[in-house]
């Protein structure tokens, strides 16, 4: 019988440390699929989905591909409009995602790397879910901390996701980030040595 990766969806609110994580299940020689990653590929320069971004939402490319920031100011308050972006997006990224797994088909574990894991439904394409989280004011201080963030874009963002208190109830594994960097990579260490164990069985 052909074994399968065990897949780890990796996900968290804004600013929580997200990607800090990530980097360090690929410290650990984890294969890593980066959803953001993939968008911004198929919205860079010459990627597939410019066109039709552009069709269904006039003046938001240009010869950099799609201006993430006219393209978010056009969306981020209007849900139709948001849907519509959603159904060019991410049958692009299950592509790119289903292309990740075949290519890593013999690995022990994969993590996909997904910011809206449980907004999107993603929650129901994986084995286990890892969520990371912070405390709410270290999360605040991270996020205002970014360039060209507002108090209202933030509070817009996190309008879209569920609850940090929703998704560690969800939650298989947790692991929190407002902790030391050494304290987090620990944490990723013992929950690869779990996981892996689990799958060699």
Known sequence: MSRRPLTLGLT????????????????????????????????????????????????????GGVDRARLGARVLNDPAAMRRLEGIVHPAVGVLRQDFLAANADAPLVVLDVPLLFETGGAQLVDRVLVVSADPAV??????????????????????????????????????????????????????????ASTSR
Do not use: N, W, Y
């Not at 294969?31 to 597939?48: E, K, T, Y």
């Not at 817009?156 to 969800?170: S, T």
């Open 139 to 196: 999360q605040r201080a991270r996020v205002l901390a970014r360039d060209g963030m507002t108090p209202e874009k933030f509070a817009a963002i996190l309008g879209r996701q569920l609850p940090d208190a929703e998704k560690r109830a969800r939650a298989d594994h947790i692991i929190a980030t407002d902790t030391t960097i050494a304290e987090t990579r620990a944490a990723v260490r013992a929950l690869i040595a779990c996981l892996t």
């Open 12 to 63: 968290g609110s804004i600013g929580m440390g997200k990607s800090t994580v990530a980097a360090m299940f690929r410290d650990e020689g984890i294969a890593v699929f980066d959803a953001d990653a993939a968008v911004h590929a198929l919205q860079g320069p010459d990627g597939a989905l410019v066109a039709p971004i552009e069709a269904a939402f006039p003046g938001t490319t240009g010869p």
